[in-house]
């Protein structure tokens, strides 16, 4: 059954680093980062640093926390049975959108960074979603995304969207590797979440699909659930 939410043609992606839910008052409120994606009425979500980094990686959010999200549903990408995501990368998706295949990556660079990416099939068509969260270095930045355009031409085609935390200062250099595949696309400051002054959150847009809007998302609590504002993209097929 098709969730009420769902609208056929368009599909809400939000992309959020949560920072493993330490928000900008220092204290760690899993609940608060929930509100923020409650509120956005994303059908799709990928979230950065949504794992502790040490030991086993447990979830920064618990699962009974995510099981108040109305509607939403945890993609399972677990890089241990304690984990939420893959390298700290996870996506929830909204009920009536099927999920098959899951492709994990390992990034190279100088830190452990991993992508994901999954292929869903939705009321608007099918689609793969990506969640990236890149290195600081723009040398490892780069052999990441020349990695991960490598592994998405091996994969079977559908139009793709891939969304996350490029850790990129510049608007205009850095993501060349990216830019000859896909649109990418800023939707505005999202870093640092009380005085943001960089665009380090994107989305890339792939052939076949069409960015109606897109924005920052400034509504409270978000200034104070993390260091990062969510970012979030109004799609549809072409």
């Not at 769902?6 to 928000?23: D, F, H, Q, T, V």
């Not at 409120?29 to 956005?40: D, E, G, H, S, T």
Request: overall charge positive; proline content about 7%; charged content about 25%.
């Amino acid at each position: 059954m098709t969730h009420p939410h769902l609208r056929p043609g368009r599909l809400r992606l939000a992309s959020y680093n949560i920072r493993k839910a330490l928000g900008t008052d220092r204290r760690r409120n899993p609940a608060r980062i929930c509100n923020v994606i409650a509120a956005m009425e994303a059908d799709i979500v990928v979230l950065q640093e949504a794992d502790l980094r040490l030991g086993a990686r447990p979830t920064a959010i618990p699962m009974t926390e995510l099981a108040q999200l109305d509607g939403l549903r945890v993609v399972d990408f677990g890089q241990s049975a304690k984990s939420l995501g893959w390298h700290g990368n996870a996506m929830l998706v909204r009920d009536g959108i099927e999920v098959g295949a899951l492709h994990r990556m390992v990034l190279p660079g100088f830190e452990p960074r991993g992508a994901i990416a999954a292929d869903l099939d939705t009321p608007a068509g099918p689609l793969r979603v990506g969640g990236l969260h890149l290195g600081l270095l723009r040398g490892s930045r780069r052999l990441q995304l020349t990695h991960i355009v490598d592994e998405l031409d091996r994969m079977p085609d559908r139009p793709t969207v891939l969304a996350g935390d490029l850790n990129e200062w510049s608007e205009r250099v850095g993501l060349g590797r990216l830019a000859r595949r896909f649109a990418i696309h800023a939707p505005g400051r999202s870093f640092h979440a009380r005085r943001p002054v960089a665009a380090l959150d994107r989305i890339a847009v792939g052939a076949g699909l069409v960015l109606e809007a897109c924005g920052v998302w400034h509504t409270q609590p978000a200034p104070a659930a993390s260091d990062h504002l969510p970012i979030w993209a109004d799609l549809r097929h072409d």
